[in-house]
């Protein structure tokens, strides 16, 4: 944000004057979110990056599959029974599909596992996934009005999504972005490659700024 908290301006300002700009950040599911952010708020969010995302509906079976957590009723007895119990077992194959080809970095071994196989998390997390499909069927044709910068990164090994089907995609549909590809990487990217995933950062700024002092 380049901009404070209304808290922090004088109250006699006109509120029309409170201009804020962000630059956004989304990963996986949340690279989603940003976009439908930017495409609501475009005075708002002045550049994007878009790491790992998934932005066009496809077969999911998986997705499906981790939706069942949701549902009315069956859902709340899944996420308080079966569901925490299916998380444990499967955790460590979880973990090496989504950072795979890379190892787990020690860092995230602080991670609060527990907390993430708590029924009402289970619970919310597949809302999340009930979602995904139908949320990237809603903006699939909306991208080409984001006209603000754009980088696009994503893990050429993601083993979750197809970045040729997605990220690539999505490049071709948002004529002004740029699209890194990051080789021997998988989903995980803000954890295997933050440096680079900082270089994109840094690039969407420096293109909202020149923008901006442009205007």
Same mark, same amino acid.
């Given at each position: 944000?380049?901009?404070?908290?209304?808290?922090?301006?004088?109250?006699?300002?006109?509120?029309?004057?409170?201009?804020?700009?962000?630059?956004?950040?989304?990963?996986?599911?949340?690279?989603?979110?940003?976009?439908?952010? =930017? %495409?609501?708020? @475009? +005075? $708002?969010?002045?550049?994007?990056?878009?790491? #790992?995302?998934?932005?066009? &509906?496809? !077969?999911?079976?998986?997705?499906? =599959? %981790?939706?069942? @957590? +949701? $549902?009315?009723?069956?859902?709340?007895?899944? #996420?308080?029974?079966?569901? &925490?119990? !299916?998380?444990?077992?499967?955790?460590? %194959?979880?973990?090496?599909?989504?950072?795979?080809?890379?190892?787990?970095?020690?860092?995230?071994?602080?991670?609060?596992?527990?907390?993430?196989?708590?029924?009402?998390?289970?619970?919310?997390?597949?809302?999340?996934?009930?979602?995904?499909?139908?949320?990237?069927?809603?903006?699939?044709?909306?991208?080409?009005?984001?006209?603000?910068?754009?980088?696009?990164?994503?893990?050429?090994?993601?083993?979750?999504?197809?970045?040729?089907?997605?990220?690539?995609?999505?490049?071709?549909?948002?004529?002004?972005?740029?699209?890194?590809?990051?080789?021997?990487?998988?989903?995980?990217?803000?954890?295997?490659?933050?440096?680079?995933?900082?270089?994109?950062?840094?690039?969407?700024?420096?293109?909202?700024?020149?923008?901006?002092?442009?205007?």
């Amino acid at each position: 944000m380049d901009a404070g908290c209304p808290g922090g301006i004088d109250q006699a300002r006109p509120r029309a004057a409170w201009r804020f700009h962000a630059t956004v950040l989304g990963h996986s599911w949340g690279a989603s979110v940003a976009v439908a952010m =930017a %495409l609501k708020y @475009p +005075s $708002l969010v002045r550049g994007l990056i878009l790491a #790992s995302g998934y932005y066009y &509906p496809t !077969l999911r079976p998986d997705v499906v =599959a %981790l939706a069942a @957590p +949701s $549902l009315p009723l069956v859902g709340d007895i899944l #996420s308080h029974t079966l569901s &925490p119990l !299916l998380s444990r077992a499967i955790w460590p %194959l979880m973990m090496a599909k989504i950072f795979g080809p890379r190892s787990v970095p020690k860092k995230f071994e602080a991670f609060p596992k527990e907390m993430a196989l708590r029924p009402s998390q289970i619970r919310a997390s597949a809302a999340e996934s009930a979602l995904m499909i139908p949320d990237a069927f809603i903006l699939r044709n909306q991208y080409a009005d984001l006209k603000m910068p754009v980088v696009i990164i994503a893990g050429e090994q993601d083993k979750l999504i197809d970045i040729h089907t997605q990220s690539a995609r999505l490049h071709s549909d948002v004529t002004q972005s740029k699209f890194h590809r990051l080789a021997a990487n998988g989903h995980m990217i803000q954890q295997t490659a933050t440096d680079q995933v900082m270089s994109a950062i840094r690039e969407v700024a420096g293109q909202s700024t020149e923008l901006a002092a442009a205007e």
